[in-house]
């Protein structure tokens, strides 16, 4: 891999949006009753339903992201439970976007609630920028309705997306490349995007437990401690330096769903299996990938699990992955399921080349038209009859990576 080079940066070039609590405001903006009132979004309204997001109400009374409902209320017994609504959430998304790009372009969207502008040479000074991020929270405001975003400015991605988290909510930070590292050395290894516990943990064992530490180091020590060249670079960012990452490609597609209580049998998580595995093989080709193993992860209401693999002859025929997860699925033990996923992997790009037999053509070009149809009656039109019973199980989710492609029907663009 080729050595990072890193180009000379202005103080300022990165503006990076940041939505506040975003589905749980976009919950209170639909519902005025819902101002300063706790509110928490969970896919199913269930006591075993995941808080997916909190509003900042409910994390000043120790509601957290990733508890249970039950939990949520037991902090908190009047919190409002919200039943998320992604279709809703991607709508107010894009007029986000169309708002934000009435003051300035948007450079890159990272996620559904993130995405970032680049500065041109005469947006740069200060006050272009103090002007700008007024005016882009004011465009939101006035085009969307009473919903915030957190704004930071670096000289690059990783430094404005940090500087975007320092203020919540509707917050707005400045971090001038000529004032690094004062600004960052009082936060912790995992304020800063991309050092998760993991990358903590290998930073631990190279004798890195702070930020200053951590700057304190030269680019072959954070390549060691990396175990990659992913270190240099990191050296580069956190001095400002605007670098693409390595380069890789796509290794996993899959998705995963938790049963509604009554849904929890063991025909009925079968059928959500299938449906799964036909949303995750639909989006696959519409990559350009085909896969080499699928993997099946089955949790039960009692707390155990089961996790099996198979490899799978380099195809993106959904009836072909579904004949093996058919045998993957007979060989588990039956039982209350509480959630199933399935994950296609070891993703390779697809052979462009016709291929040499005439039933291999015939299926690529029904795979093909399957989806088109698909995309032109929505999802589902056309379908294997095995998951029949649960073809309207397992919507889109609320997508916590890039959006997902409009064109796809019932695509949350999910990487489990």
Not at 138 to 165: D, E, F, P, Q
Not at 397 to 410: Q, Y
Request: net charge positive; charged share 25%; glycine share 6%.
């Amino acid at each position: 891999m080729p050595k990072p080079v890193a180009k000379p940066q202005p103080d300022l070039r990165i503006l990076f949006v940041d939505m506040n609590a975003f589905f749980a405001s976009v919950e209170k903006m639909d519902d005025p009753d819902l101002h300063d009132r706790p509110v928490v979004v969970t896919p199913i309204d269930a006591p075993t339903g995941c808080c997916i997001a909190c509003s900042y109400e409910a994390r000043a009374q120790g509601v957290r992201t990733g508890c249970m409902v039950r939990e949520a209320k037991k902090l908190i017994p009047d919190v409002v439970v919200a039943r998320a609504r992604p279709d809703r959430y991607l709508q107010v998304h894009h007029q986000i976007l169309d708002a934000v790009d009435t003051v300035i372009p948007v450079s890159e969207v990272m996620s559904i609630d993130e995405f970032w502008c680049e500065l041109m040479l005469n947006e740069r000074p200060r006050a272009a920028v103090d002007r700008i991020a007024a005016s882009i929270k004011a465009a939101i405001w006035s085009r969307v309705g009473r919903i915030t975003c957190s704004i930071g400015v670096a000289s690059n991605t990783l430094l404005a997306k940090v500087a975007a988290g320092m203020n919540k909510p509707d917050g707005y930070t400045v971090i001038p490349r000529s004032t690094l590292p004062t600004p960052l050395l009082d936060l912790g290894l995992t304020d800063l995007p991309g050092i998760s516990k993991g990358i903590k943990r290998r930073l631990r064992t190279a004798g890195i437990l702070t930020v200053p530490e951590l700057f304190a180091r030269t680019p072959n020590e954070l390549r060691d401690a990396w175990g990659s060249v992913l270190g240099v670079y990191w050296w580069h960012w956190l001095r400002g330096d605007e670098l693409p990452g390595p380069k890789g490609h796509r290794r996993t597609v899959g998705h995963q769903h938790v049963l509604a209580p009554d849904q929890r049998s063991w025909p009925n998580a079968r059928g959500v299996a299938l449906r799964l595995l036909a949303k995750a093989t639909q989006r696959m080709r519409s990559l350009d990938y085909v896969a080499t193993r699928l993997s099946l992860d089955i949790r039960y209401r009692d707390g155990s699990s089961m996790f099996d693999w198979s490899p799978a002859p380099r195809t993106n025929d959904t009836a072909d992955l579904n004949s093996i997860l058919g045998v993957m699925w007979s060989q588990a033990q039956p039982g209350t399921v509480l959630q199933v996923g399935v994950r296609l992997e070891g993703l390779e790009p697809i052979d462009t080349q016709i291929p040499l037999f005439e039933h291999e053509r015939q299926r690529r070009d029904l795979m093909r038209a399957i989806d088109e149809i698909n995309q032109r009656g929505g999802a589902d039109t056309i379908y294997l009859g095995s998951m029949h019973d649960q073809r309207r199980t397992a919507p889109r989710r609320i997508p916590f990576g890039k959006p997902p492609d409009p064109s796809l029907p019932d695509d949350d663009g999910s990487q489990w």
